[in-house]
Structure formats: structure tokens, C-alpha cells
């Protein structure tokens, strides 16, 4: 990869997280698969809203989705770049009320 398309990629992800709803949903997978029922909610979001935010980010190469049966589950993308970018919310998003409160509410149960 040249410099400048690594540069272009870690750009895409960034603007990829820049907003507010596909920031708590990456936050959310990165410790578990969950499929788009639990993602909303997690989130309180309407199901449109979560499938265009993670179409945004699988679009950016944050995200994967894998179909099992007759659910698709999300899952961050181990992707070099893209993993090295969101491993680092483990340490960003201490303190941050809003981001705790969604790991724990999709940690409760299994998906579906």
C-alpha cells in the first residue's frame, strides 16, 4: 500500500467515525458480533438508521458482516489499519458515560 493510499484510508475512517451514531456502533462491535435487531437496541435507533450507518462503515472497511442462517451479523473488520484505528476506543471512550452504558447494554444478552 503507497503512502498515499494509506493515507486516503485512514482519512475514510476517520470520516467514517466522525459521526455520532456509527461512532457508538463500532464501540459496540468491537467486543461482539451483533446483528442489526440488537444494534438498535442497544442504540434506541430506528433499524433504518443502524443499516445505513453500517452499510457507511462497512463502506470505509470498519466493518464485515457475515449471514448465519437468517440474520447477518456485524463484526469489526481485522483489517490492519482499520483495527489498529478502533482498538484504540478501548482507551478514548473510559469516562465516557454514553459509550460504557451502550457496552454494557449489548453485553446483557446474545444476539436475536
Known amino acids: ?34 446483528c442489526v435487531n440488537r444494534i438498535t437496541e442497544v442504540l434506541g435507533v430506528r ?10 462503515l462497512k463502506t470505509a472497511g470498519l466493518v464485515k458482516s457475515e449471514k448465519i442462517g437468517l440474520r447477518v451479523y456485524y463484526t469489526l473488520s481485522k483489517d490492519g489499519i482499520s483495527y489498529s484505528i478502533v482498538k484504540s476506543f478501548k482507551e478514548l471512550r473510559k469516562g465516557v458515560r454514553e459509550l460504557d452504558i451502550d457496552i454494557r447494554k ?7
Not at 433499524?47 to 457507511?56: A, G, I, P, T
Not at 449489548?106 to 436475536?112: E, M
Request: proline residues 0%; glycine residues 0%; hydrophobic residues 35%.
Open 1 to 34: 500500500m503507497t503512502d498515499v493510499i494509506a493515507v486516503e484510508k485512514i482519512a475514510k475512517i476517520y470520516r467514517a467515525l466522525s459521526d455520532e451514531t456509527r461512532l457508538r456502533i463500532a464501540n459496540i462491535l468491537h467486543n461482539k458480533n451483533l
Open 106 to 112: 449489548a453485553s446483557k444478552r446474545t444476539c436475536c
Open 47 to 56: 433499524q433504518s438508521k443502524v443499516s445505513r450507518h453500517l452499510n457507511y
